[in-house]
């Protein structure tokens, strides 16, 4: 896979005060390499958006080291997508997708090609004159994503994007992002807590246990060639660590035989 973009090194994460603390995760290890996209699985409460928000310099942590790859003379950038596609409601798609241009640090991030040619790259030139409120759910979360996208960062960082979407359109905006990605060339790490959703999108699948969260397995999948053209959602490696993910997944509602 190439050299790592991104190491989380002995993580860990607490609050509360001395002798009342709460331990969020601990002894967390990942390494996301060039290119890849990993898929950061667990249950509700075990963490892993927290050290997202961590990884993307939101939080501190309370001990461990995260460390960011240069590519060259670039510096590294990171961008963060949420669950909540926060659109600006007064502005178009056009606008909130050249909002993030219009800032000194990502002028030249376009590359020279104008916003009607972004919209065009990211299949959202019939919207470009709509605004939030005549969006999709759908639609609005591929905007919040293109609108990340396109200030070039070189790590995508995404929290549970598609969770509050359909079947179909999740589907379909998990095929789109990766595409994106492979044609731009991003690492991604994808927080979620579907099965489904981590093994549709991710190279890698890391699974996080609860109460405190820390990564407990991790699965890898063979690319067929060069990109993700032969990906297939229902391959055989991909059900059976499927089987094994349902077995070690963690729940707080106990399972009754």
């Keep these: 896979m190439?050299?790592?973009?991104?190491?989380?090194?002995?993580a860990s994460k607490r609050y509360g005060a001395e002798g009342h603390e709460q331990t969020i995760f601990r002894a967390v290890d990942l390494a996301v390499a060039r290119g890849e996209i990993v898929a950061l699985l667990g249950p509700s409460g075990c963490g892993k958006s927290t050290l997202l928000r961590a990884i993307a310099g939101l939080e501190s942590l309370t001990t461990g080291r995260i460390t960011i790859e240069r590519e060259g003379d670039r510096a590294p950038k990171v961008g963060l997508v949420f669950q909540d596609p926060l659109l600006l409601p007064w502005l178009t798609v056009a606008g909130n997708i050249g909002l993030g241009l219009r800032y000194r640090a990502n002028r030249d991030a376009s590359g020279g090609a104008s916003l009607d040619h972004l919209l065009h790259t990211f299949g959202l030139a019939p919207l470009a004159r709509a605004y939030p409120e005549e969006l999709s759910g759908g639609q609005a979360q591929?905007?919040?994503?293109?609108?990340t996208v396109v200030t070039r960062p070189t790590i995508l960082l995404l929290d549970e994007p598609f969770s509050a979407?359909?079947?179909?359109?999740?589907?379909?905006?998990?095929?789109?992002?990766r595409d994106i990605a492979s044609r731009r060339g991003l690492t991604v790490l994808?927080?979620?807590?579907?099965?489904?959703?981590?093994l549709a999108l991710g190279d890698r699948v890391a699974l996080m246990s609860r109460d405190p969260g820390t990564i407990?397995?991790?699965w890898s999948f063979d690319r067929d060639g060069d990109d993700r053209a032969g990906f297939q959602r229902a391959s055989a490696a991909r059900q059976r660590a499927k089987a094994e993910i349902l077995d070690r997944y963690q729940t707080v509602i106990p399972l009754t035989s």
Excluded: C, K, N, Y
Aim: hydrophobic share 45%; aromatic share 4%.
């Design 190 to 198: 994808i927080v979620t807590h579907d099965i489904d959703e981590a």
């Design 142 to 147: 591929r905007v919040s994503l293109a609108r």
């Design 216 to 218: 407990v397995q991790t």
């Design 2 to 10: 190439g050299t790592f973009a991104l190491r989380v090194s002995d």
């Design 165 to 177: 979407l359909d079947p179909r359109t999740r589907a379909a905006l998990q095929d789109w992002l």
